[in-house]
């Protein structure tokens, strides 16, 4: 590989200092190296790739073949499984790379992608996605979650399929509990299939206001059981935001030292949840800040795009970065930074990306934004201008101009 000299940049923390980053062999190192390649920066903002750490590439971009007249959880089930009987290997690859492509002009260099596997669609889509790993790694990282989402227990030759697709590489076990019928018996089964493939795990775990019926304390029994601290997701969670605060913290204090992670999905869960309310509608968002600062690793993600789940989206993290800030009323630059902790930096550790950051050794992945500070690209939304993976170039973006007379 080429070696790069990055010059007048701005990092992060350090938003008005210019420095010098280079990169050799794909990894930032300490000294610069004959032959450089030199990037001038002129001053702009230079941050770590984002990191998508819960997406669905298989059932992306399928509106127009829906119908969605409830939006209710239900509804988009029912719908994408009707949908999903079309499904061919060919289909799911071209939307998958539909969205691919977008998320990585939009600056995401790292991503976990959960795909559906049961009787009926089989490995198709896995297969699909394997392709698509292997087709865009030199843009994007991409991790494969396999799951159940219609169900574990109560979908006879759905933990077969799973198990074939973790043979043949996914590398995280996902659930969904509230699909089966004892939905403490999936957790239960799942962690035993995970300790068994050496696995981690991500789970949908809750998707309604009702603080009634929590399976978060058995999924923090389990880790504790399993030790598997560090390695057990729970995505959702909507009944967290629906605790008084002294049960919220007593919650959260138990999941950070289970070391239960946690990932909110702002579009997804704001689409979906509080339609039985016509006035006072609940915003029904897993509280990160409270999760945060009690010691929860905590990431933002997009979900879905363009299906009965999330009818809309454009793969932009800083987008849902800027969404949950809105809907949390967060509004400091400390709180933004932390925004944007959560689709970088926390979700990076999230994901347990060892070679994540700015600092030599680490992984060349990064971004430029024409912005005058981290924050600030959370509060104005702010496109990244060209990215980089492992030292080399994957996308450009014109900056707009203004043609006054």
């Known amino acids: 590989m080429s070696a790069l000299t990055l010059i007048n940049a701005r990092l992060g923390a350090e938003a008005q200092a210019l420095q010098t980053l280079y990169v050799q062999d794909g990894r930032f190192v300490s000294a610069p190296s004959a032959g450089a390649e030199i990037l001038d920066l002129q001053g702009?903002?230079?941050?770590?790739?984002?990191?998508?750490?819960?997406?669905?590439?298989?059932?992306?971009?399928?509106?127009?073949?829906?119908?969605?007249?409830?939006?209710?959880?239900?509804?988009?089930?029912?719908?994408?499984?009707?949908?999903?009987?079309?499904?061919?290997?060919?289909?799911?690859?071209?939307r998958g790379a539909q969205v691919l492509e977008k998320a990585i002009t939009q600056g995401t260099t790292h991503m976990r992608t959960h795909v559906e596997i049961d009787?009926?669609?089989?490995?198709?889509?896995?297969?699909?996605?394997?392709?698509?790993?292997?087709?865009?790694?030199?843009?994007?990282?991409?991790?494969?979650?396999?799951?159940?989402?219609?169900?574990?227990?109560?979908?006879?030759?759905?933990?077969?399929l799973l198990c074939e697709a973790l043979?043949?590489?996914?590398?995280?076990?996902?659930g969904c509990p509230?699909?089966?019928?004892?939905?403490?018996?999936?957790?239960?089964?799942?962690?035993?299939?995970?300790?068994?493939?050496?696995?981690?795990?991500?789970?949908?775990?809750?998707?309604?206001?009702?603080?009634?019926?929590?399976?978060?304390?058995?999924?923090?029994?389990?880790t504790h059981q399993h030790g598997w601290a560090g390695r057990v997701t729970i995505g959702h969670v909507t009944k967290l935001s629906t605790l008084p605060r002294d049960t919220l913290l007593e919650v959260?204090?138990?999941?950070a030292e289970a070391g239960v992670q946690v990932t909110c999905l702002p579009s997804t869960d704001l689409f979906l949840t509080g339609r039985e309310h016509f006035h006072n509608r609940p915003r029904g968002l897993a509280p990160l800040q409270h999760l945060h600062a009690c010691g929860v690793t905590c990431s933002l993600s997009t979900n879905n795009i363009g299906?009965?789940?999330?009818?809309?989206?454009?793969?932009?993290?800083?987008?849902?970065?800027?969404?949950?800030?809105?809907?949390?009323q967060l509004a400091t630059?400390?709180?933004?930074?932390?925004?944007?902790?959560?689709?970088?930096?926390?979700?990076?550790?999230?994901?347990r990306l060892p070679d994540y950051g700015l600092t030599p050794g680490c992984r060349a992945d990064f971004i430029v934004f024409d912005a005058p500070s981290p924050a600030a690209v959370v509060a104005e939304i702010s496109p990244p201008l060209m990215g980089y993976k492992a030292g080399r170039k994957t996308f450009e973006r014109a900056q707009a101009r203004l043609l006054k007379p």
Not at 66 to 76: D, F, K, N, R, V
Not at 119 to 144: C, H, K, M
Not at 167 to 174: D, I, P, R, T, Y
């Open 333 to 351: 630059e400390a709180e933004l930074l932390r925004c944007l902790s959560w689709v970088s930096s926390e979700s990076a550790r999230l994901l």
């Open 44 to 94: 702009k903002l230079l941050l770590p790739g984002l990191v998508e750490t819960h997406i669905h590439l298989d059932k992306a971009c399928i509106m127009q073949r829906c119908q969605l007249s409830e939006g209710t959880l239900a509804e988009a089930i029912a719908q994408t499984r009707s949908a999903k009987a079309d499904f061919t290997e060919a289909d799911v690859y071209q």
């Open 178 to 222: 509230y699909t089966d019928a004892d939905p403490d018996a999936q957790i239960r089964r799942l962690f035993e299939l995970a300790v068994a493939f050496d696995s981690d795990l991500d789970f949908h775990l809750d998707f309604d206001l009702n603080p009634e019926g929590m399976t978060i304390g058995e999924v923090i029994r389990c």
């Open 119 to 160: 009787p009926q669609i089989g490995l198709t889509g896995f297969n699909a996605v394997r392709r698509l790993q292997a087709d865009y790694a030199w843009a994007i990282s991409l991790e494969i979650c396999v799951f159940p989402q219609e169900g574990l227990l109560n979908n006879p030759g759905t933990e077969a």
């Open 167 to 174: 043979a043949m590489g996914a590398e995280v076990l996902g």
């Open 307 to 328: 299906n009965p789940f999330t009818p809309y989206g454009d793969a932009s993290l800083v987008r849902q970065a800027n969404l949950f800030a809105n809907v949390s």
């Open 252 to 255: 959260a204090a138990s999941l």
